[in-house]
């Protein structure tokens, strides 16, 4: 991010004295990327923000992660990770399924009725798509509403919780880069102002508006972090709240974007992912599938041309609409379809053909492509639909001759 915003109080100059009306110094935090070298902000705490009395292990949900072996592509059906009465009993930090892995991205899935606990994630950002349900996100730098279709930037190491507040669940597709996760460069001038062509801009992302101004003493912080490589947790138990901030200002923050904000880029043929690219991350891209006119040559056809993208595992969850390429699969709401590099993959058998004609596309997915393989977790081998590598042939092992 390097959109400046002003939250609350801040002093006319930064470094300086800023007091309360009894005269007592609030104490100056510096949040920034890559040392003092990239976006940052400043905030104010009544408390000294490194004062804890406790740290303890924080025992993580299950994190091993399993080959992609034997290689085949896969159907994850999301919505059997949560049935019954599992999202009353779960939250959106520690309920989440670990889905799939690598060194650069984890990617899980949560349905959850339960607030949160405190949570931190010191490893990278997470960019959170709420697939349905409702509620808020409470950060140490102020509060944003969640609901349907919204993404939600959480920088490295910032301090929040999440608070359901509908009677159905807040379901949430959680992505963690191992670094950080912003607008494609392309989309920016030298100095990070959304371009012309870029298909969203600052107008669509929204930042907390005041502080929570939360106050309390012996309070419990979640960490989720990497020592020597291997991901842990601790429990930290803070003196005073860490929503103890009067204000903030600088260009490093939450903020929520709204899927249907993002300005669909269409051609006569067929266009590539990039052009539905909305972020990228420590080598993996985020994209945006979103309702739209398709191609419009006379002789096109819609649906992707089958491809092998040799250096890339394709990563699709469809969160609405009806997805012209997947017909016939067995994919439907809250499916990830699982397509490693390695061999082709594209339209199930007849898409092809049926899409010719076709004008309109009303589909809506967000795709992760990696630029390294990615693992399975727990999360995928327990909600696996396992005929779907066949779909394309119409023969599984069963069937050999």
Same mark, same amino acid.
């Given at each position: 991010?390097?959109?400046?915003?002003?939250?609350?109080?801040?002093?006319?100059?930064?470094?300086?004295?800023?007091?309360?009306?009894?005269?007592?110094?609030?104490?100056?935090?510096?949040?920034?990327?890559?040392?003092?070298?990239?976006?940052?902000?400043?905030?104010?705490?009544?408390?000294?923000?490194?004062?804890?009395?406790? %740290?303890? !292990?924080?025992? *993580?949900? /299950?994190?091993? =992660? $399993?080959? #992609?072996?034997?290689?085949?592509?896969?159907?994850?059906?999301?919505?059997?990770?949560?049935?019954?009465?599992?999202?009353?009993?779960?939250?959106?930090?520690?309920?989440?399924?670990?889905?799939?892995?690598?060194?650069?991205?984890?990617? %899980?899935? !949560?349905?959850? *009725?339960? /607030?949160?606990? =405190? $949570?931190? #994630?010191?490893?990278?950002?997470?960019?959170?798509?709420?697939?349905?349900?409702?509620?808020?996100?409470?950060?140490?730098?102020?509060?944003?509403?969640?609901?349907?279709?919204?993404?939600?930037?959480?920088?490295?190491?910032?301090?929040?919780?999440?608070?359901?507040?509908?009677? /159905?669940?807040?379901?949430?597709?959680?992505?963690?880069?191992?670094?950080?996760?912003?607008?494609?460069?392309?989309?920016?001038?030298?100095?990070?102002?959304?371009?012309?062509?870029?298909?969203?801009?600052?107008?669509?992302?929204?930042?907390?508006?005041?502080?929570?101004?939360?106050?309390?003493?012996?309070?419990?912080?979640?960490?989720?972090?990497?020592?020597?490589?291997?991901?842990?947790?601790?429990?930290?138990?803070?003196?005073?709240?860490?929503?103890?901030?009067?204000?903030?200002?600088?260009?490093?923050?939450?903020?929520?974007?709204?899927?249907?904000?993002?300005?669909?880029?269409?051609?006569?043929?067929?266009?590539?992912?990039?052009?539905?690219?909305?972020?990228?991350?420590?080598?993996?891209?985020?994209?945006?599938?979103?309702?739209?006119?398709?191609?419009?040559?006379?002789?096109?056809?819609?649906?992707?041309?089958?491809?092998?993208?040799?250096?890339?595992?394709?990563?699709?969850?469809?969160?609405?609409?009806?997805?012209?390429?997947?017909?016939?699969?067995?994919?439907?709401?809250?499916?990830?379809?699982?397509?490693?590099?390695?061999?082709?993959?594209?339209?199930?058998?007849?898409?092809?053909?049926?899409?010719?004609?076709?004008?309109?596309?009303?589909?809506?997915?967000?795709?992760?492509?990696?630029?390294?393989?990615?693992?399975?977790?727990?999360?995928?081998?327990?909600?696996?639909?396992?005929?779907?590598?066949?779909?394309?042939?119409?023969?599984?092992?069963?069937?050999?001759?």
């Amino acid at each position: 991010m390097t959109f400046y915003r002003q939250v609350g109080s801040v002093p006319p100059k930064r470094h300086t004295q800023h007091r309360d009306e009894q005269g007592r110094l609030y104490y100056e935090e510096l949040m920034g990327e890559e040392g003092f070298s990239g976006d940052s902000s400043l905030l104010y705490h009544r408390g000294m923000p490194p004062a804890i009395v406790d %740290s303890s !292990v924080w025992v *993580l949900p /299950e994190q091993r =992660l $399993y080959p #992609n072996h034997p290689l085949r592509h896969r159907h994850l059906k999301l919505h059997e990770l949560f049935l019954g009465d599992k999202p009353a009993e779960s939250d959106v930090v520690t309920g989440r399924r670990l889905l799939l892995g690598n060194a650069d991205v984890r990617i %899980s899935y !949560v349905a959850a *009725l339960r /607030e949160s606990a =405190l $949570y931190r #994630n010191a490893i990278g950002d997470e960019l959170v798509y709420i697939e349905s349900g409702s509620g808020r996100v409470e950060t140490v730098f102020g509060s944003l509403p969640v609901r349907q279709g919204l993404q939600v930037l959480l920088p490295r190491a910032t301090t929040h919780r999440w608070i359901p507040d509908g009677p /159905e669940p807040l379901r949430a597709y959680v992505i963690e880069g191992s670094g950080h996760i912003t607008p494609p460069k392309r989309y920016l001038s030298k100095y990070g102002q959304f371009l012309e062509h870029s298909p969203y801009c600052e107008r669509d992302l929204h930042g907390p508006t005041e502080p929570v101004s939360a106050t309390g003493e012996n309070v419990e912080v979640l960490v989720k972090h990497r020592p020597a490589g291997e991901i842990v947790g601790t429990s930290m138990v803070y003196a005073t709240h860490p929503f103890d901030v009067v204000g903030w200002d600088g260009c490093l923050y939450p903020f929520t974007f709204d899927i249907a904000d993002f300005e669909p880029i269409t051609g006569r043929v067929h266009q590539p992912p990039p052009a539905h690219q909305a972020f990228e991350g420590q080598n993996f891209v985020i994209c945006n599938f979103v309702p739209r006119k398709v191609d419009y040559h006379p002789l096109s056809i819609p649906v992707p041309y089958y491809h092998s993208n040799v250096d890339s595992d394709e990563i699709m969850f469809y969160c609405g609409g009806d997805y012209e390429a997947r017909k016939g699969s067995g994919i439907g709401q809250g499916s990830v379809s699982v397509h490693p590099g390695g061999y082709a993959h594209g339209p199930q058998p007849g898409a092809y053909e049926r899409s010719i004609g076709k004008e309109f596309f009303d589909e809506l997915a967000v795709m992760v492509d990696t630029f390294h393989p990615l693992q399975l977790g727990e999360g995928a081998m327990a909600c696996e639909d396992p005929g779907y590598a066949w779909t394309w042939s119409g023969r599984g092992p069963s069937q050999w001759i």
